[in-house]
């Protein structure tokens, strides 16, 4: 079903709920021939493409069954080479470990016309869902986004980011929580810097969970907590309303 020049549109889908997708991002949509999208998108979002849209789902829960990026780059450009309206929906924001300088990287190389919608990235979601201010005049001044993935970790320079008077926000984070507060504390930071978990930001069954770096690794284990999930590391923490949020576990006490 070609209307023309096929081009490519990378779409940021925000951290769950349809309701945080941007104008853009819905009237994109409703122009698409061809949705390829993360695992996670929302049935909801991806009903906003045309019934006749084709959808194609690239990468699983947790990254089983990931079609390799390069295999995504090389469908965007035969699908648009196609003269189709290319979707490329992804969680969050397309330019926050997203992998979508790969994917303009690939179109522009190819010659495919591409354009890039922002979305709201989980950090940014996730924080105004429990009303924690990433930045706050007396508690924090700057805030970092840090990937928490396995590979690398102990190599990356992460100095100066947590501490006083700023806010440390650690995406894909869960599988090397004891890791990572064991580098931080490493680097400085007190072991009892408060940590906030949030679990599926946004999403049904969203939790909430505040505890101290020392403890990070043992809460993670002893909530249970899945996928995706992020932790944000500061003072700025003792603000959030994690208590407004059903499943809210105080992990304070049983320090
Ligand atoms: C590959 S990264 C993609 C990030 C995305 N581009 C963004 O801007 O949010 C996936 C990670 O984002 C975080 N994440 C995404 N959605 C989330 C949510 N609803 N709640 C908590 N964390 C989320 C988790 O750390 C997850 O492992």
């Not at 006749?52 to 450009?77: G, N």
């Not at 189709?84 to 926050?96: A, E, Q």
């Not at 924090?140 to 440390?168: I, M, N």
């Amino acid at each position: 079903m070609s209307r023309g020049a096929g081009r490519v549109i990378l779409v940021g889908a925000g951290p769950g709920d349809p309701e945080l997708l941007t104008v853009r991002a819905v009237r994109v949509l409703g122009d698409a021939d061809v949705v390829v999208h993360d695992g996670l998108i929302d049935p909801r979002v991806l009903d906003l493409a045309p019934a006749a849209a084709e959808r194609i789902p690239v990468a699983k829960r947790r990254d089983r069954h990931t079609l390799p990026q390069e295999a995504i780059s090389a469908l965007l450009v035969a699908k648009a080479r196609a003269g189709l309206v290319v979707v490329r929906l992804k969680g969050g924001d397309p330019f926050v470990f997203g992998r979508g300088g790969e994917e303009v990287a690939a179109c522009t190389a190819a010659g495919i016309p591409v354009e890039v919608v922002p979305g709201i990235s989980a950090a940014l979601g996730c924080a105004a869902e429990v009303q924690l201010p990433l930045t706050h005049r007396e508690l924090a001044s700057a805030v970092s986004f840090v990937a928490g993935t396995c590979q690398g970790l102990r190599e990356q320079d992460w100095q100066g980011l947590a501490g006083p008077g700023r806010t440390l926000v650690v995406y894909m984070g869960l599988a090397t929580a004891g890791a990572i507060a064991e580098k931080l504390m490493a680097d400085g930071v007190s072991p009892d810097m408060p940590v906030l978990i949030l679990e599926r930001g946004t999403c049904a069954g969203a939790r909430a969970m505040r505890t101290i770096l020392v403890d990070l690794g043992s809460a993670v284990e002893r909530a249970g907590v899945q996928s995706p999930a992020l932790l944000v590391v500061g003072r700025v923490v003792g603000l959030a309303r994690a208590e407004d949020l059903l499943g809210l576990r105080a992990l304070e006490a049983a320090l």
